[in-house]
């Protein structure tokens, strides 16, 4: 039975009860508020997701094998939150015995880990620590193996060469022939939130979203004087004061009415970084934060207004309408059960009929940033993406709307484009934003409310 509820009381008493860093900024909790809120989480995944998904993929042992710091992607969303590494080798063991029966969670290892866990390892009676792994093994006779060996997906390819190799060596040859890929388990544990974190998602989201307004802001911002890698490392520390990380280093980047073409991979890795700001800028940012094992991913925009501006101009509002209309084509084929690929496909035809110049590179995100799930699109794959594109579309996963439109701008005499990215959630009642999205350039500066013309 889930314990979505009596977390909430836990949840409500850290939000009054921790300090905030500004008035407008969400509360960030103290490392032993996180490691609470962590284990009950993962203690809640464990209990309750698990089991369904296994008996989803028809695996009924998943063997995870690691060593350490060279943890498995998925034994590190699994390791409680006082485990910062795996220790020498940790072996997890999920047996489900059928009937509706709760699964045995083993630990090939000395000592617990954490509270669900228990060490199954009798030193005194196996030596060798995988014969104590075959031990359990015999015992269960599973009738499928589940090893993270994966094609497709890194998140699921987590057994190395070696350990791979010693442990058929001393798996019985009558056993060798159940194991099989636990790719599509592996995928589906990374991919699918819960409700206890989908309580907590939205606010992460949320902070994300409040520290690039900060950034995009007079307050960070002086135009003339600030570069954009002034505006990036702003971000980096503000991410560092509040105690928390990025998962990738953030990017600014500026489109202007000069003569230069802009190209929107300069924003992955050849941006000017001394580039002054200067007024009629449209600026843009790719951002993300890492917090409570969750991940952010967003792209939003700001104009520097000019001398006499007090409002974005009238063709870059119409240029970020037709970004905001290719988000809106997008989520709207998110069906269950459809690939990457369909989807992909389907929305950039719906694109190609109303006019709007689009290119579609999103993907999942949860446990890591560039998630595992159905790959949708990427910048230089606008025909599909073989293999993680093939993957259907499940309810309970959280996705990085991420796209762009290109618009000609006659006014600048050159063709812009308006990258977004934005955070999203699909269930059974479809999709929404986690914490919205963008729908207005920002300005820098902010209209002044007390001073008249």
């Known amino acids: 039975m889930s314990r979505i509820f009596p977390i909430l009381p836990i949840f409500l008493f850290l939000l009054v009860s921790t300090i905030t860093f500004s008035q407008s900024l969400p509360i960030v909790l103290t490392e032993r508020e996180r490691a609470l809120a962590v284990d009950d989480i993962l203690e809640d995944r464990i209990e309750n997701l698990l089991p369904t998904l296994m008996r989803r993929e028809g695996i009924d042992m998943w063997v995870i094998i690691s060593r350490e710091y060279n943890e498995d ?6 390791l409680p939150s006082t485990w910062l590494s795996a220790r020498r080798r940790t072996i997890m063991v999920f047996f489900d015995p059928g009937a509706g029966k709760p699964l045995d969670k083993l630990a090939i290892a000395r000592y617990d880990v954490g509270t669900l866990l228990k060490g199954e390892w009798d030193i005194s009676s196996n030596p060798d620590q995988w014969d104590a792994l075959v031990k359990v093994i015999k015992e269960k006779n599973p009738k499928k193996i589940g ?7 890194g998140h699921a390819d987590g057994l190395t060469y070696n350990e791979h190799e010693e442990f058929l060596q001393k798996l019985p040859k009558e056993f060798q022939s159940k194991i099989v890929s636990a790719e599509k388990l592996a995928v589906g544990w990374l991919e699918t939130r819960t409700e206890k974190e989908m309580i907590i998602y939205p606010m992460i989201c949320r902070i994300s979203h409040e520290i690039i307004e900060e950034a995009f802001s007079e307050k960070v911002i002086q135009p003339g004087i600030t570069t954009i890698d002034d505006v990036v490392w702003f971000l980096r520390q503000r991410v560092t004061d509040l105690g ?11 489109q202007r009415a000069d003569d230069q073409k802009f190209d929107h991979l300069r924003t992955f890795s050849k941006r000017p970084g001394n580039q002054v ?5 449209l600026l843009h940012c790719d951002f993300g934060i890492t917090y409570l094992r969750l991940n952010t991913d967003q792209q939003q925009h700001a104009y520097i207004l000019k001398p006499g501006e007090t409002e974005v101009p009238q063709y870059l509002k119409k240029a970020f309408a037709n970004g905001n209309r290719l988000q809106d084509i997008l989520v709207s084929q998110f069906k269950s059960g459809k690939t990457g690929n369909q989807i992909l496909l389907d929305a950039l035809a719906q694109a190609e009929k109303e006019g709007i110049n689009g290119s579609i590179y999103t993907h999942p995100i949860g446990s890591h940033g560039h998630a595992a799930g159905p790959t949708i699109g990427l910048w230089d794959q606008q025909k599909g993406v073989k293999g993680s594109g093939d993957y259907p579309l499940f309810e309970n996963t959280a996705y990085s709307i991420e796209l762009n439109a290109a618009t000609k701008i006659d006014e600048w005499n050159k063709t812009i484009r308006i990258m977004l990215e934005e955070d999203g959630y699909f269930d059974k009642t479809g999709f929404r934003f986690i914490n919205g999205r963008q729908k207005e350039i920002f300005v820098i500066p902010r209209p002044s409310t007390n001073l008249g013309k």
């Open 244 to 254: 928390l990380e990025t998962w990738f280093h953030p990017t600014i980047d500026i």
């Open 277 to 281: 700001i200067l007024p009629g800028d």
């Open 147 to 153: 090893l993270n060996f994966s094609k497709n997906y």
């Open 73 to 78: 992607p998925v034994m590190k969303t699994m």
